[in-house]
């Protein structure tokens, strides 16, 4: 067509952007290419800020907390921990399923974000799967040592052995390790997939030899060709949909080893949807809380933007209501059912039992708290959002500690009930389960690209292949500023 | 992109796995061989403070076992003999009454004896589960389990030797399927026990009074069938309702 004019082109581009109704870009102030590769890889290749030191050295001290907490815990015997009868699920369990929990939102920001097209992953997918990688591992230990000899603990996998025996395939704990492993297998390849052409790029910019020898090795001779980016898209996505499954069945498969169980307050149909819904809730929670300070320390406002931080609250508002109507759905339930020992459960857990403080702490947390999302300012306040995170991170903690150890001291018989709390080398392990997760994050973003470099470069307008030339000329000189 | 590394490290990678998996297969190799109880346990045959000749007690003179492991038909345990047992037919005047071989027993026997010090002989443990296994006799042997089949042919044994893995997927392995080591119960202890020297009309007669049927159904039921330990392994089996538990309580509790 002869006569095309440039607002022609543009709506052939983006229609909506001709109509005045144009969305939100995702980085803002026009940053070019060059500036992007230069502002994420320069948090690898300069010098840490000092608050970077103020926050690894006590995540060291706290890892080596966890060292010395596991080996009393070995050297000394089980006993160590607060667990007996009748409560033998403790803060191990609540810490465990509090730690997968908190994956979860890395593998959907993986991978359902990535198969339903939300460009606006691209900032946060990188970190969120770091985490996931991290909290999956801080996850592991506490059941790896809640078996009691952990030298024993190969007998979960499918080994032939001279014992003759083999594992028991109906039981939900078996299958949870192969959920949990899977997940770590998954999540991990997904991660370092994604990491490949960023490793490139460092490795390109890299100064000595040393330097671009290690980032050389990991990625894999990388060198953008066209070839080379047909295949990795074409892998990537195809592990995006091996991993979407994943964020509903971990959790799900966490959620039978109470489920399928008898014990009132365990024993419930609407775990499932619950767990997961409670999973993705606390995982952006947490994504919030490790970005938002990484966003400012690092300057990655314009990369990391208030549309977002936005989206992630609304996430928050949509999961914690879900969570909230799943908690009075099961109050609902043991009322309606009239089971008598479930009724029981549910009155004591709020009303007449020894840790209903747990119980308000939960729903304040879970439920009232993000409840303020509704409200546009506080979604883009900072300082409410970060303290709404930290409220659901640790309304998500009482929820798994509300399920697992009440339920359990009290129990069909009030002769068996019993009270629990956590021994010292309870706490330590669970603070040091903190500063390892804290420490394996600052390592991350000290020698690994905390943003997809060539994902975020994809999401930027000039992207696009149908992007107008006379544009792509004006943005040549827009790189200097 | 530069040459960052040297071209001899092309193929480093193949190598690194390759030997990385011949490794592996050698570990798995080497544990599978040497750390289970078939190679740790296997042909354990301690010296014992009296070379006591198994083949030559039980084996020439024919004493059954129970004369000196006396409590194994009533107990968990299968006692070893005090020295007194022994005292009853090696005591002054009696078999080889001076032998060099017997001197710890008169040690501990012989109250006129210069060396008479009264301290028991430390025999020498040869099979042995462990603490957390509990194993019982008398739920054995009094079910059709003979001595044998977890000692093996101690009556032609000059020293006592491991013969089984008393591993515990070779526990598992009978209680799976115990039919085929069950005999009746008046020939535990005669080791050398054959099918053949079992009169199959006192055996039917046995099995027809204890399952309340008829003799005569029980042959034509069997007919053309081999006469071995199987088939009488399966009949005691049912007669008996011998139904090994295999539950991890039924061991470790």
Redesign the interface.
């Known amino acids: 067509m002869a006569d095309t004019t440039q607002a022609n082109l543009l709506t052939a581009v983006h229609p909506s952007e001709a109509e005045g109704v144009a969305r939100e870009p995702l980085v803002l102030n026009q940053r070019s290419l060059g500036w992007i590769t230069d502002r994420i890889c320069g948090i690898v290749e300069n010098r840490q800020p000092l608050i970077w030191w103020i926050l690894f050295v006590p995540s060291v001290a706290g890892f080596l907390a966890l060292v010395f907490s596991l080996f009393y815990l070995v050297s000394t015997g089980v006993g160590v921990w607060g667990m007996n009868h009748p409560v033998a699920w403790g803060w191990d369990i609540v810490n465990f399923v509090f730690w997968i929990g908190i994956g979860h939102a890395g593998t959907l920001i993986s991978a359902i974000l990535f198969l339903t097209r939300q460009k606006w992953r691209t900032s946060v997918n990188r970190a969120a799967e770091a985490m996931t990688i991290f909290a999956v591992i801080c996850a592991g230990i506490f059941p790896g040592f809640h078996v009691g000899r952990f030298w024993m603990v190969w007998f979960l996998a499918p080994i032939p ?5 083999w594992q028991n395939f109906k039981s939900p704990l078996l299958w949870d390790v192969f959920a949990v492993s899977t997940y770590f297998t998954v999540s991990l390849i997904f991660w370092y997939v994604g990491l490949i052409p960023d490793l490139a790029s460092l ?2 910019r890299a100064k000595s ?1 040393l330097r ?2 290690i980032y ?2 990991f990625a894999l001779g990388w ?1 953008g060709g066209n070839r080379q980016w047909r295949h990795y898209e074409m892998a990537y996505l195809l592990l995006a949909a091996l991993a979407t499954p994943l964020v509903l069945s971990v959790h799900t498969v966490v959620s039978f080893d109470f489920a399928t169980s008898v014990i009132p307050g365990w024993h419930t149909t609407i775990f499932p949807p619950y767990f997961v819904a409670g999973a993705i809730f606390g995982g952006f929670a947490m994504v919030l809380t490790l970005m938002l300070p990484i966003r400012k320390l690092y300057g990655l406002e314009d990369l990391f933007t208030h549309k977002h931080i936005d989206n992630m609250a609304k996430i928050i508002l949509l999961t914690g209501t879900i969570v909230g109507y799943a908690y009075i759905m099961e109050l609902f339930i043991s009322y309606y059912a009239g089971n008598a020992y479930e009724t029981d459960a549910f009155h004591m857990r709020i009303l007449s039992g020894p840790y209903t403080w747990a119980y308000y702490c939960m729903f304040f947390c879970n439920v009232i708290s993000p409840q303020i999302f509704w409200f546009k300012w506080a979604r883009h306040n900072l300082w409410v959002v970060f303290i709404i995170a930290n409220f659901v991170n640790a309304g998500m903690w009482f929820e798994r500690f509300v399920i697992i150890p009440t339920s359990l001291a009290r129990d069909f018989l009030p002769g068996q009930w019993g009270y629990y709390s956590a021994s010292w080398v309870e706490k330590t392990l669970f603070v040091g389960s903190f500063g390892l997760f804290l420490m394996l994050f600052l390592l991350f973003l000290r020698f690994l690209p905390v943003i997809a470099i060539s994902e975020v470069k994809g999401v930027l307008p000039e992207s696009d292949p149908h992007y107008p030339a006379w544009k792509r000329l004006r943005l040549g000189r827009r790189g200097e500023k | 992109m530069g040459n960052i590394f040297p071209r001899w490290t092309n193929l480093l990678a193949i190598k690194i796995l390759v030997g990385l998996m011949a490794l592996g297969t050698c570990v798995v190799a080497v544990a599978w061989y040497s750390w289970t109880p078939k190679h740790t346990r296997v042909g354990y045959m301690p010296e014992q403070p009296i070379p006591f000749d198994h083949s030559l007690h039980a084996g020439q003179l024919g004493m059954d076992c129970r004369y000196c492991h006396s409590q194994v038909e009533n107990s968990p345990h299968s006692n070893l003999p005090a020295a007194q047992v022994c005292w009853n037919c090696h005591g002054p005047g009696k078999a080889k009454a001076d032998s060099p071989k017997l001197e710890l027993l008169r040690q501990a026997m012989d109250v006129n004896y210069e060396g008479y010090t009264g301290k028991p002989i430390e025999w020498v443990q040869v099979h042995k589960v462990p603490d957390y296994a509990h194993f019982t006799h008398q739920a054995h042997v009094n079910r059709g389990v003979s001595c044998a089949e977890c000692h093996g042919r101690v009556d032609q044994m000059p020293v006592v030797v491991h013969e089984k893995p008393l591993s515990m997927s070779w526990c598992l392995e009978c209680h799976r399927d115990p039919g085929k080591s069950l005999r009746p119960l008046d020939e535990i202890t005669n080791l050398a026990w054959k099918a053949e020297d079992l009169d199959s009309k006192a055996f039917y007669a046995y099995l027809a009074e204890k399952m309340e049927t008829s003799v005569s159904k029980l042959e034509k039921a069997d007919e053309g069938k081999k006469w071995d330990r199987e088939l009488i392994g399966a009949h005691l089996q049912k007669a008996w309702s011998v139904h090994p538990p295999q539950d991890c309580a039924s061991c470790h509790y």
């Open positions: 052995n001279s014992n003759g025996i490795r390109d030899l671009k020898r050389g090795f060198r």
